[in-house]
């Protein structure tokens, strides 16, 4: 079975801009989610997708948007990018949004760098 | 409050020797999932183990097992027998009925030869 895969794996842009990171999820997973990992910390949970619809979202503003498509690949936006937007972004697909004891499992992120 | 904490910021492990690595959580939830990840420097996050809320027993993957102590909610991650290529940063983290994911800050482990 294929992973978690997600491009580019890395990225640089200017304060003001705006990204957009595409994941493809791992085979049978029908929920994806974000997460942004700061340099030398843990990820923070930014939101989730099920079913192409957001069921879940962390303390990000509405800058961060994304979508889920119907063959359950994502895209995260961010739009006006900041200084502190800097960070490896991670997405994590599941097999099952209703069982919290699936695991996730994780690509290899995108390593955003705003300059 | 920290829903997952991770006192040891560094640790280091003379090969073949087993490590401890502490996680204590915080929730209110009778239902979640403890779930421990590694994160070599390529930065992918890999699952470890996981060991559920009403799990009796405690879980074990090859040579990791985790030490669940549900009164003192602490969920520690043993890694036997280590090798080099067990140097990464492991994280701690918690799925509760939400079902997102919140994890603690990391411990890196460097394995000396």
């Known amino acids: 079975e294929t992973g978690v895969t997600q491009s580019p794996t890395h990225l640089i842009k200017t304060r003001g801009q705006q990204v957009t990171l595409r994941c493809s999820s791992q085979s049978g997973h029908n929920t994806v989610s974000w997460y942004q990992q700061a340099l030398g910390q843990g990820p923070q949970f930014i939101f989730q997708y099920y079913r192409e619809e957001e069921n879940g979202r962390g303390n990000f503003p509405p800058r961060f948007s994304g979508l889920q498509f119907p063959n359950y690949s994502s895209e995260l936006n961010v739009n006006a990018l900041e200084l502190d937007d800097s960070a490896l972004y991670l997405c994590?697909?599941?097999?099952?949004?209703?069982?919290?004891?699936?695991?996730?499992?994780f690509g290899n992120g995108t390593r955003l760098t705003v300059t | 409050a920290q829903k997952i904490t991770q006192t040891q910021p560094g640790m280091f492990v003379q090969e073949k020797e087993a490590v401890t690595l502490d996680c204590t959580y915080d929730?209110?939830?009778?239902?979640?999932?403890l779930f421990w990840y590694k994160q070599p420097s390529s930065g992918e996050m890999i699952f470890l183990i996981y060991q559920g809320s009403y799990d009796q027993q405690n879980a074990t993957e090859g040579r990791y097992s985790l030490n669940f102590q549900k009164a003192r909610k602490s969920a520690n991650l043993v890694i036997s027998a280590s090798q080099l290529g067990d140097s990464a940063m492991y994280f701690c983290a918690m799925r509760e009925s939400d079902y997102k994911l919140s994890f603690g800050a990391g411990t890196t482990v460097t394995v000396r030869a």
């Open positions: 929730t209110s939830d009778p239902s979640y999932g």
């Open positions: 994590a697909s599941s097999i099952d949004r209703d069982n919290y004891n699936s695991p996730l499992h």
